[in-house]
Nanobody, 126 residues
Framework: QVQLVESGGGLVQTGGSLRLSCVDLGHTFKSYAMGWFRQSPGRQREFVAAVSWSGGTTVYADSVKGRFTISRDNAKNTAYLQMNSLKPEDTAVYYC???????????????????WGQGTQVTVSS
């Protein structure tokens, strides 16, 4: 069973950086691709980035390419999202999610992700 817990959110100024972490307390981490999504008030949940089980393949939304980096450490059952050059439009609740390896996890569709964390708030001030 996958149990995801995010941390690392907070308040940062425009141009600043944050690093989000997502730990799987269920210890089945290696069996899943991992993704990050975000949602701001009045908007649908939006894909941010995803990484394969090995970490060798990554996918990014166009809005974060070149600024965000997704990674994972299977020995620590943890996925990361390094966010640099943050903008006010990056303000949202960020969720990590796990998708079975048999899914189309790279298609950026939240429906492919079976397990979700509780979310962590990221606020970027202008």
């Amino acid at each position: 069973q996958v149990q995801l817990v995010e941390s690392g959110g907070g308040l940062v100024q425009t141009g600043g950086s944050l690093r989000l972490s997502c730990v799987d307390l269920g210890h089945t981490f290696k069996s899943y691709a991992m993704g990050w999504f975000r949602q701001s008030p009045g908007r649908q949940r939006e894909f941010v980035a995803a990484v394969s089980w090995s970490g060798g393949t990554t996918v990014y939304a166009d809005s974060v390419k070149g600024r965000f980096t997704i990674s994972r450490d299977n020995a620590k059952n943890t996925a990361y999202l390094q966010m640099n050059s943050l903008k006010p439009e990056d303000t949202a609740v960020y969720y990590c999610a796990a998708a079975p390896l048999s899914s189309s996890w790279y298609d950026e569709n939240p429906k492919d992700y079976e397990y979700w964390g509780q979310g962590t708030q990221v606020t970027v001030s202008s």
